[in-house]
């Protein structure tokens, strides 16, 4: 009895990943029994699955890794229906008695029990392969994640599954495509269509990376089970400056649409400073989707966000009536290929597929797990036949006249072409505190706890975070450019390099040669893409700025 009063107390300050840190003081503090007999912490050889850099002598006093909001900020900004959370105050959770509560935590626990002598990363029971674990529950936020809905949901569906990963796909990198084929030439779209087949592929191996263990549910989770704390955090990061330097491109995005329906705008500060059209909407539209970053409820942005499926169709097809209707024609002009821009365009295409940041919620939400590779599949085979029928349609009707955003070539005196212009301004307000969210919660989690009781504080920094993405769309407002630097350097790492370095990390010793090669072959195209897309858009973005 005295070692279980121990063992409780050590477990209670254990170490847990990715918001599971509450849920364990839920379990241990009310003394319950489980379904054998034996209490909750019972056995003291317990180890989480996913960190490598750890001593089992070690696990008292050791703070949950960061970020621990990830899981549930990325399930906001999908539009997710992930399982019923709680983001109750520790004081709260533990007078939480339930019947149903006790019942989850038991077998949340049971899940993670293993032997100090097994292995930090599991072998998958294949009876219980598909299993999808209890959600996350953060205890040290007590500011922003009690801000965040409660979606009282069940897991989602195949379809609802397909909606969700088409949804981050189709983004951003559609507006440009016909761009990026301007620039590669019409061979480029041979290019994007292998892009579509090895992200998918490296989605693939990232549910691959997930079955290896019961606890990884998130990319991070993946990159520490990989590398340690260290492959966890390098991860986060880049997957925060992505979603950061998305921000921007919403900004630029928004103010280059808007200024091509009033161009003649301006707005004088001081008599030797002014604003020109596209940088008075870059301020306009900062200031109206800031107080969205303020909202404590983003469920209604959540759900709107989902309509950018509908959004992209809506694109495809104004472009396509205009040019097909409306009598801008479609012209068989255009290079075969333009060595000398390719690396830019390759850019842009992993700018297009990069959606593998939410690919392990979206896995982790699904009733059938099993079904993800076929959610994928569609998902990625949907979004490279809009792409290509997009590309071509913007190519042959604008030839080399494309500008970065095929909605600024588009007539603005037909009814279509002011539908697709201001589908592009208003998808990006929905989403934009759904982008950023996560980003602020995640550097919140640094903030002394003294500090982060306040919830003026929290307004201030989001205020100063809005502020930096609208500087930066000012400092460099070349949308394709942009996109192209983002593709380059943050999407081959997250998209291409990463999720086979973590699967080869994870699942060593269990592949063969052919799976070998593969992962090499991939992380190679990914470092030459990576390094030559980034050289090129950092020169072009240097001359444009000069």
Request: glycine content about 8%; hydrophobic content about 45%.
């Amino acid at each position: 009895m005295k070692l279980d009063e121990e063992f409780l107390h050590d477990r209670d300050h254990s170490f847990l990943t990715d918001d599971e840190e509450n849920q364990a003081d839920l379990a241990c503090s009310d003394d319950e029994h489980d379904g054998d007999g034996r209490r909750c912490g019972a056995n003291s050889d317990t180890s989480s699955p996913l960190s490598r850099n750890r001593s089992d002598n070690n696990l008292t006093d050791v703070p949950p890794p960061w970020p621990q909001s990830y899981r549930r900020s990325m399930d906001l900004m999908t539009g997710m229906t992930p399982p019923s959370v709680s983001f109750m105050p520790r004081s709260l959770s533990r007078r939480s008695g339930s019947s149903f509560h006790k019942k989850q935590q038991s077998s949340f626990f049971d899940s993670f029990s293993s032997s100090s002598s097994k292995p930090l990363i599991s072998q998958p029971d294949p009876d219980k392969e598909d299993t999808i674990l209890p959600p996350h529950f953060p205890s040290q936020l007590k500011l922003s994640l009690t801000d965040l809905p409660l979606p009282q949901s069940n897991l989602c569906s195949v379809s609802q599954s397909i909606l969700n990963g088409t949804n981050v796909l189709c983004g951003l990198g559609l507006i440009t495509m016909p761009y990026a084929i301007k620039e590669s030439g019409w061979l480029g779209l041979i290019i994007l269509s292998f892009f579509g087949v090895i992200t998918c592929y490296t989605g693939i191996l990232l549910k691959r990376c997930l079955e290896s263990s019961p606890g990884l549910q998130t990319y991070p989770d993946i990159g520490q089970a990989a590398f340690g704390i260290t492959g966890r955090c390098i991860i986060s990061i880049l997957l925060y400056i992505e979603l950061y330097a998305a921000c921007v491109e919403y900004i630029i995005m928004m103010s280059d649409n808007l200024s091509g329906l009033f161009p003649n705008v301006s707005l004088s500060i001081t008599p030797g400073l002014s604003l020109d059209s596209a940088q008075t909407f870059a301020v306009l539209t900062t200031i109206l989707v800031l107080p969205t970053v303020w909202l404590k409820d983003l469920s209604l942005l959540s759900y709107l966000s989902v309509g950018g499926v509908l959004a992209s169709v809506l694109l495809g097809l104004c472009l396509f009536w205009v040019g097909a209707v409306d009598g801008i024609g479609f012209h068989a002009t255009g290079k075969l290929m333009d060595f000398g821009n390719l690396p830019v365009a390759i850019g842009i295409f992993g700018f297009g597929y990069s959606g593998h940041s939410v690919f392990p919620n979206i896995y982790s939400s699904m009733k059938d797990p099993s079904k993800f590779p076929l959610v994928l599949v569609i998902c990625f085979g949907f979004c490279t036949v809009l792409y290509i029928a997009i590309a071509v349609c913007g190519y042959t009707m604008f030839g080399e006249a494309l500008q970065s955003q095929f909605t600024l070539n588009m007539p603005k005196h037909f009814l279509p072409s002011k539908i697709a212009v201001w589908t592009a301004i208003v998808t990006p307000m929905t989403k934009y505190a759904l982008t950023i969210t996560p980003i602020v919660l995640s550097l919140e989690e640094l903030i002394p706890m003294a500090k982060m009781r306040s919830h003026g504080v929290s307004i201030l920094f989001r205020t100063i975070l809005v502020i930096s993405t609208l500087v930066v769309a000012l400092s460099v407002p070349f949308f394709g450019i942009v996109a192209a630097l983002i593709g380059s350097f943050l999407a081959m790492l997250v998209a291409l390099i990463f999720p086979c370095l973590c699967y080869l990390s994870i699942l060593k010793g269990k592949l063969t040669n052919t799976q070998i090669g593969l992962c090499m072959f991939i992380i190679i195209f990914g470092l030459v893409s990576g390094c030559c897309g980034t050289y090129s858009a950092i020169s072009r973005l240097a001359y444009q700025m000069t």
